[in-house]
């Protein structure tokens, strides 16, 4: 029986790829299956469409998607899947990203995207893990620790600046 990647990221260039390598990290540290490629939405649009049409069929259940610039693949993807797609505007040479995260967020009513921040591919990572937790209890409760985790963190480090601090 084949083993069903469970996230589809996308990236329009491969130059996107040290960007949304974060994504697949995270996805990684929560033991979530995925799969990585390369397609343009303006370059490659019918390979485009075409993943995005045969996403769910191949166990697929949400899709992460990276553009810079124009930053149409996000919006491309979910025109031809009802799956959720977050899209990563990708910090560009021109507008600080602003061009990307424009184009990804104001998307049309009826075609959602969500949009995390420039470069945010981590965020992407983690906001996919909460989508596939909210029917499956085992990543559900490993974001819940996850998260625990990060205060953990936080109150350690607030200990070591009040203890450091001339105040």
């Given amino acids: 029986m084949p083993q069903f990647k469970r996230v589809g990221i996308v990236m329009g260039s491969d130059s996107d790829l040290p960007v949304m390598q974060e994504a697949a990290d995270i996805l990684k540290k929560f033991g979530v299956s995925y799969e990585i490629t390369v397609c343009s939405a303006h370059r490659t649009p019918d ?7 045969s996403a769910e069929s191949r166990g697929i259940e949400c899709l992460i998607a990276g ?17 959720p797609v977050i899209g990563v505007p990708i910090l560009g040479k021109s507008m600080n990203g602003l061009d990307s995260l424009l184009s990804i967020v ?8 969500a949009t995390v921040a420039v470069n945010g591919a981590a965020n992407a990572g983690l906001l996919s893990v909460q989508i596939l937790g909210a029917r499956d209890e085992q990543l559900r ?6 998260k625990e985790d990060m205060k953990a963190e936080v109150l350690e480090k607030a200990k070591k600046v009040e203890a450091t601090a001339n105040i």
């Fill in 67 to 83: 553009a810079g610039g124009a930053a149409h693949l996000p919006g491309v993807l979910a025109a031809f899947t009802v799956l």
């Fill in 106 to 113: 104001q998307m049309p009513k009826g075609i959602p995207v």
């Fill in 141 to 146: 409760n490993a974001f819940r620790r996850y």
């Fill in 47 to 53: 390979l485009a469409a075409e993943y995005a049409k």
